[in-house]
């Protein structure tokens, strides 16, 4: 999940892109970078690592312009090198940057058509590269010397046409101004507002409404699925559909963990689904188990602390938090590589053994994807002398890949892939597991916002709702991206092998 925003401001958007970014960097760890356009000339910094590595300010004193884009990157396609930071960029037409997030599931295809009909060159595995070469190569077949918004929204339809998958999108047309879109589905996020200004209106796009709030920017809305908003350079608003209506699809995962819980997303607040998801937990307890023996339960930090709450306070039960998270460790799981992911939980959270000891335990996470960190935390609860370890999960079973822009590409690696419920607790080590059941996950979220009934869900069930993910797909996406595939190229990207196209990292 990779996070983005966009600005188009009447001073100096870099400080405020920078901002963004840092409140978006839940979102992506593994490279950043702005791009701004000012007086014909476009400024990009971007670079492997978090934003306040990235960004010294040597570059923040040349990002100069009124407008601008930025990206925090979690790798789903290609390798982690600096080569693949986004914003990506492309000369010809106009000079279009481009920030995506989310993952295309035809981009292979996308890639000879590029190659083979529209005479482009392609510099990286990205598939953000594909999108931003097929909006290009959209705009540029209209041969308009300057672009009216009519265009720009051709240019979208054109990419709704022709790429499949998740994305959100912001993009900077050097000169006129700054598009955001979503794909046709919407599962993939993405809000903009607004904010008064001496000189005018200021316009924001975000993945998060988190972000808007930082930065003083009211939130105007979702941009809808398959919906554009251009704004010109002016600070002239323009909103348009631009595809086919289609399901409305967001991602539940956003909800289950990406997202914070202060966004507001697809109307819906992160933080009430959260609660209610622990007070889903509590009902099925209490329906299944009336007499269990719980004496308290514990939360694994951090995205799990909400549901916890709320379901310690259905059953009647206390709270304690006895984990203790070191602030200076990034979330685990967006982590590439499992041998990171591993080391990282043990230096992440360590137990306060008072909570623990001679205690039946509930520890309560959000998800458990590769069962890294139950596996790890159960065991560190009996250390600290647990009578038992139950365990529960605010999410259902992840047992299928995700193919729209989380990197579970690798169904082997899932912890509950072909394994049922017996058979995960026995695995990971627990005296009872607990899951979510799918139907009270979704009202969860639906509840927020009854328009939306349903969402994308296909780590769970499996049904990828843009129709064109298959067997094959998903076997060659586990041969390209399982842990291994991914070190092998990590490790080239490592030594140094790779040259960065378009990556000023003076
Ligand atoms: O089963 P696993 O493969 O271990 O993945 C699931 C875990 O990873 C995430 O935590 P993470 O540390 O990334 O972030 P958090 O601090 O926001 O909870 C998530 O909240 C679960 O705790
Ligand atoms: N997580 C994401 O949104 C990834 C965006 C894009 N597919 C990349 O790998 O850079
Ligand atoms: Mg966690």
Known sequence: ??????IV????????????????????QDAAGIVTFEHGKINQRKDNGLVKDVFHTRHMQRLLGNIGIGHVRYPTAGSSSPALAQPFYVNSPYGISLAHNGNLTNAAELSKELFQSDLRHLN?????????????????????????????FAGVSGVHHRCKGGYAVVAMIANYGIIGFRDPNGIRPLVYGVRESAQGKEYMLASESVALDALGYKLIGDVAPGEAVYIETSGEIHVRQCAEPADY????????????????????????????????????????HPNHDID??????????????????????????????NRYIGRTFIMPGQSARKKSVKQKLNAIGLEFKDKNVMLVDDSIVRG?????????????????????????????????????PSANEL?????????????????????????????????????????????FNGNYVTGDVDQAYLDKLEADRNDDSQNERNAVVGEGALIGLHNDVS
């Open 415 to 459: 912890i509950a892939h072909g394994r049922d419920v017996e058979e995960v607790r026995a695995e990971i080590g627990a005296d009872w597991l607990l899951y979510q059941d799918l139907d009270d996950l979704i009202s969860c979220s639906s509840e927020g916002n009854p328009k939306i009934t349903n969402f994308e869900c296909s780590v």
């Open 296 to 325: 308290v339960i514990v939360p694994i930090p951090d995205s799990s602390r909400i549901a916890a709450q709320s379901m310690a306070a259905k059953l009647g039960v206390k709270f304690r938090e006895g984990l203790v998270k």
């Open 9 to 28: 401001a009447k001073t100096n958007v870099n400080q405020d892109l920078y901002d963004a970014l840092t409140v978006l960097q839940h979102r992506g």
């Open 124 to 152: 990286t595995e990205s598939d953000s590269e594909v999108l931003l070469n097929v909006f290009a190569h959209e705009l540029q077949k209209l041969g308009k010397l300057v672009p009216a918004a009519e265009d720009v």
């Open 372 to 408: 890294t960190t139950c596996q790890q935390i159960i065991e560190m609860a009996r250390d600290a002398g647990a009578r038992k370890v139950y365990f529960a999960s605010a999410a259902p079973p992840v047992r299928y890949p995700n193919v729209y822009g989380i990197d579970m």
């Open 1 to 6: 999940m990779c996070g983005i925003a966009g």
């Open 249 to 288: 699809r967001p991602c539940i995962f956003e909800h289950v963990y990406f997202a914070r819980p202060d966004s507001i997303m697809d109307g819906i607040s992160v933080y009430k689904s959260r609660l209610r998801q622990g007070e889903r937990l509590a009902e099925k307890i209490l329906r299944e």
